[in-house]
């Protein structure tokens, strides 16, 4: 049985991206679930001087440990102004201070959704860009644009979105 983190880039009670990445782990065939919220790791605000201090806080190694059991992770990331949600580039820095390799080498399919047009396309743009120096083994990319209008309790409503998506879970189990 392989392990999936799904993790929704957001501290969100609601988060559309939560829903969408614990949708989207639940479909990798032969495999359990391990949901992350971010809201269950206290994190204080990143701030060198707080690591000089006091060191790495105790709940970013509970993550990072969490991410090393993992045999594949799914996450999609909440937009906040172009960029990360506060909540998770905290998550990430603190991280990043553990181990370089944040993301240990392990097959994602990296996600963004809003419930506007663009679905995320700049936050998934920076991920992109910086997530496979972090170790992050990326086998495909997804955004849904429109989250409300494409997104029912049953799953994908646009028939070709679901397709794309469909391929890409196959991608990632392929990778596991
Ligand atoms: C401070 C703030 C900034 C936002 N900026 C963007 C944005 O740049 N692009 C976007 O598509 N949506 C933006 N939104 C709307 C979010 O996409 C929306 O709140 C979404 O539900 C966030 O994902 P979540 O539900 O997983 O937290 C913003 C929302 C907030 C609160």
């Known amino acids: 049985m392989k392990?999936?983190?799904a993790l929704g880039g957001s501290n969100s009670k609601n988060s559309i991206n939560k829903t969408l990445a614990v949708y989207v782990a639940n479909k990798v065939a032969n495999s359990e679930t391990i949901v992350?919220?971010?809201?269950d790791f206290n994190l204080p605000l990143y701030s060198i001087d707080l690591e000089t201090s006091k060191g790495i806080p105790e709940e970013a190694i509970r993550l990072d440990n969490l991410i090393n059991t993992a045999d594949g992770v799914v996450i999609s990331l909440a937009e906040h102004n172009g960029s990360y949600s506060v909540a998770f580039k905290n998550a990430y820095d603190w991280m990043s201070r553990i181990d370089k390799n944040v993301w240990k080498d392990k097959p994602m399919l990296l996600m963004a959704?809003?419930?506007?047009?663009?679905g995320g396309a700049s936050v998934l743009q920076a991920a992109n860009a910086s997530f496979p120096r972090l170790g992050a083994k990326i086998v495909a990319d997804f955004s849904l644009p429109s989250f409300y209008d494409n997104f029912s309790n049953d799953g994908l409503t646009n028939e070709a979105l679901s397709n794309d998506l469909k391929q890409k879970i196959d991608l990632l189990q392929e990778a596991l």
């Open 113 to 118: 959704t809003s419930p506007g047009g663009r």
């Open 36 to 39: 992350v919220d971010l809201n």
């Open 3 to 5: 392990k999936i983190i």
